[in-house]
């Protein structure tokens, strides 16, 4: 399954309120504040999710399934990029940015489905869509919600992403078509992470100054110098402003390994949801309940919920933040029924849109690998 936030203005960050929330494979607590939209393959398999939600417990009256085949179920990555902008009446006009997908660098094939998934979206939303002819996965990047997007160099500077393209032409893409006006480059990823980098694995903007990064503590862990190298480029980073950020440093768990393979677990991956943070753990219990106690001093006001998602790391996915996501405060319903234009980016000039992302009340991208589609709904 795969979900799609909604559109929301200005870089939304994570911590505004959401319409709604989705999930491949719903596991939170019911939250009455939130609608839940999951993307499934047919109506077989709607049943076979209401099923097992009935089985769990699960009120089902805020949970609303949509039909759009993937091939994988990761949807913050290959779902769509929403936009918004205010037009001359002062309304909010939302539009749907269509970055191309290959699966992690063509790691996994076939990924036509999931390319597809964000027209399909637009599609049903009756939303334009603009094609930059850039690949971008949704956890490549993150936004404080005030103009600055933070991404990494191994991910988004990979040459089996866009091979042609410089530093600063993956810059200007990024504000050009998202409306951020600074990038914040990180560096590598964690091991066992087959995305090449994502930055959601590394460090994450809980509020427009305040970046949590990951860190470990023992020298001889794989892990060590990549996370120190990263803290050091945060110290030396700027937002849009020129101003330092407030760094907090987070713990990293045990390592997590399966048939020998060292898995990308991290608790940088938690999930904002409206009043709270969703919070992955490893049954790892020091480190979790540093983890636990260093968000909540970082998020004051929200309640903190930890997740087992050690089965969930299991498939090498962002455990929380790529098998849920959702939408920010603000957004309009869109009219539904509409057909959705496709226009090459070549053939517009620079979007007066700001990407919807979860800080600043608007919303990024919100993805998943394989199957299932969530879009969230403002009221």
Same mark, same amino acid.
């Given at each position: 399954?795969? /979900?799609?936030?909604?559109?929301?203005?200005?870089?939304?960050?994570?911590?505004?309120?959401?319409?709604a929330?989705?999930?491949?494979?719903?596991r939170?607590?019911?939250?009455?504040?939130?609608?839940?939209?999951?993307? =499934?393959?047919?109506?077989?398999?709607?049943?076979?999710?209401?099923?097992?939600?009935?089985?769990?417990?699960?009120?089902?009256?805020?949970?609303?399934?949509?039909?759009?085949?993937? +091939?994988e179920?990761?949807?913050?990555?290959?779902?769509?990029?929403?936009?918004?902008?205010?037009?001359?009446?002062?309304?909010?006009?939302?539009?749907?940015?269509?970055?191309?997908? +290959?699966?992690?660098?063509?790691?996994?094939?076939?990924?036509?489905?999931?390319?597809?998934?964000p027209?399909?979206?637009?599609?049903?939303?009756?939303?334009?869509?603009?094609?930059?002819g850039? $690949?971008?996965?949704?956890?490549?990047?993150?936004? +404080?919600?005030?103009?600055?997007?933070?991404?990494?160099?191994?991910?988004?500077?990979?040459?089996?992403?866009?091979?042609?393209?410089?530093?600063?032409?993956?810059?200007?893409?990024?504000?050009?078509?998202?409306?951020?006006?600074?990038?914040?480059?990180?560096?590598?990823?964690?091991?066992?992470?087959?995305?090449?980098?994502?930055?959601?694995?590394?460090?994450?903007?809980?509020?427009?100054?305040?970046?949590?990064?990951?860190?470990?503590?023992?020298?001889?862990?794989?892990?060590?110098?990549?996370?120190?190298?990263?803290?050091?480029?945060?110290?030396?980073?700027?937002?849009?402003?020129?101003?330092?950020f407030?760094? =907090?440093?987070?713990?990293?768990?045990k390592? $997590?390994?399966?048939?020998?393979?060292?898995?990308?677990a991290?608790?940088?991956?938690?999930?904002?949801?409206?009043?709270?943070?969703l919070?992955?753990?490893?049954?790892?219990?020091?480190?979790?309940?540093?983890? /636990?106690?260093?968000?909540?001093?970082? =998020?004051?006001?929200?309640?903190?919920?930890?997740?087992?998602?050690?089965?969930?790391?299991?498939?090498?996915?962002?455990?929380?933040?790529?098998?849920?996501?959702?939408?920010?405060?603000?957004?309009?319903?869109?009219?539904?029924?509409?057909?959705?234009?496709?226009?090459?980016?070549?053939?517009t000039?620079? /979007?007066?849109?700001?990407?919807?992302?979860?800080?600043?009340?608007?919303?990024?991208?919100?993805?998943?690998?394989?199957?299932? /589609?969530?879009?969230?709904?403002?009221?």
């Amino acid at each position: 399954m795969a /979900l799609v936030a909604p559109p929301r203005r200005d870089l939304v960050s994570r911590q505004v309120p959401h319409g709604a929330a989705g999930t491949g494979a719903p596991r939170t607590r019911d939250r009455p504040a939130e609608e839940v939209h999951v993307n =499934v393959p047919n109506a077989n398999y709607e049943r076979i999710v209401r099923d097992t939600l009935r089985a769990g417990g699960v009120r089902s009256r805020r949970i609303y399934f949509h039909h759009v085949p993937t +091939n994988e179920c990761w949807c913050r990555d290959h779902g769509p990029a929403f936009v918004l902008r205010r037009n001359r009446r002062g309304r909010v006009e939302a539009a749907v940015i269509d970055w191309g997908f +290959n699966a992690w660098g063509g790691k996994y094939p076939p990924w036509d489905a999931d390319d597809a998934v964000p027209t399909r979206v637009a599609a049903e939303l009756g939303l334009p869509v603009v094609a930059p002819g850039i $690949v971008m996965e949704g956890g490549a990047v993150d936004f +404080n919600g005030a103009g600055t997007v933070m991404t990494t160099t191994s991910c988004l500077l990979n040459g089996n992403r866009n091979p042609t393209l410089a530093q600063a032409d993956v810059e200007r893409a990024l504000c050009e078509f998202y409306g951020q006006r600074h990038v914040v480059w990180l560096g590598d990823g964690i091991a066992g992470d087959d995305t090449d980098g994502h930055v959601d694995d590394l460090a994450r903007f809980v509020d427009q100054r305040t970046v949590v990064t990951a860190i470990e503590d023992d020298p001889a862990d794989e892990n060590y110098r990549v996370l120190r190298d990263n803290r050091r480029r945060l110290e030396l980073a700027r937002d849009q402003d020129g101003r330092p950020f407030s760094i =907090v440093e987070l713990p990293m768990p045990k390592a $997590v390994s399966w048939q020998g393979q060292r898995l990308p677990a991290t608790y940088v991956n938690f999930y904002f949801v409206n009043g709270a943070l969703l919070v992955p753990t490893y049954r790892d219990r020091r480190n979790d309940r540093r983890a /636990l106690d260093t968000l909540r001093r970082a =998020v004051p006001g929200r309640e903190v919920v930890s997740l087992d998602c050690t089965e969930v790391i299991w498939g090498s996915g962002d455990p929380l933040p790529d098998a849920a996501d959702a939408g920010v405060v603000g957004a309009p319903t869109p009219a539904r029924g509409r057909r959705s234009a496709v226009t090459p980016a070549s053939a517009t000039a620079p /979007l007066p849109w700001a990407f919807a992302n979860r800080l600043s009340g608007v919303g990024r991208a919100c993805s998943l690998r394989s199957g299932s /589609l969530v879009v969230v709904r403002v009221q």
